[in-house]
T-cell receptor
């Protein structure tokens, strides 16, 4: 059974700092891994999708890496801004696991001005 | 191209009533997924549907919950005789036709927040 863990559960940083969010998963047989952003009381916004054959994806100040063999992914946020404050969710699609996504519980990020 | 639509955005029900949650997938998407987010919990898969077919309902509670995706119209998640423990945010996602051996990106709707009094 796939399990996804995100560390830390919460993170508070000053504006401008670079930061890394971590995601680990127990079954390395995945199709892809997605990082989402969720604002309080809102839906999910997809940030980056990494296919199992890829090592990283970049979008603006965001960079996500994937090490499938070790069951790890990181989301790197450069030059953080107060507008980056949100909960960041990691989700994996496991081979042989229907088409469902298995989510971590998220990392709540606060960027202080 | 509108995104995934869900309505209502907020729903209040009293214990014992029925709740109906609707999801309209993105245009051209034929696969719908329902997830539930309980307070202080991560999102949990409930059910995966294609038009007129339930593909995987392994995450659905055995009683009171049902889902459908008819040939015409939105997907419906139905909860009968709601209890306080059903209070949660329910998210719908859609994806285009799935290619064998791979998996497409899922696009999420804004969610329906159900409160059971």
């Amino acid at each position: 059974k796939q399990e996804v863990t995100q560390i830390p559960a919460a993170l508070s940083v000053p504006e401008g700092e670079n930061l890394v969010l971590n995601c680990s998963f127990t079954d390395s047989a995945i199709y892809n891994l997605q990082w989402f952003r969720q604002d309080p009381g809102k839906g999910l916004t997809s940030l980056l999708l990494i296919q199992s054959s890829q090592r990283e994806q970049t979008s603006g100040r965001l960079n996500a890496s994937l090490d499938k063999s070790s069951g790890r992914s990181t989301l790197y946020i450069a030059a953080s801004q107060p507008g980056d404050s949100a909960t960041y969710l990691c989700a994996v699609a496991t081979q042989g696991g229907s088409e469902k996504l298995v989510f971590g519980k998220g990392t709540k990020l606060t960027v202080n001005p | 191209n509108a995104g995934v639509m869900q309505n209502p955005r907020h729903l209040v029900r009293r214990r014992g009533q029925e709740a109906r949650l609707r999801c309209s997938p993105m245009k051209g998407h034929s696969h719908v997924y329902w997830y539930r987010q309980l307070p202080e919990e991560g999102l949990k898969f409930m059910v995966y549907l294609q038009k007129e077919n339930i593909i995987d309902e392994s995450g659905m509670p055995k009683e009171r919950f049902s889902a459908e995706f008819p040939k015409e119209g939105p997907s419906i998640l139905r909860i009968q005789q709601v209890v306080r423990g059903d209070s949660a945010a329910y998210f719908c996602a859609s994806s285009p036709i799935v290619v064998w051996g791979s998996m497409n990106e899922q696009f999420f709707g804004p969610g329906t927040r159900l409160t059971v009094l």
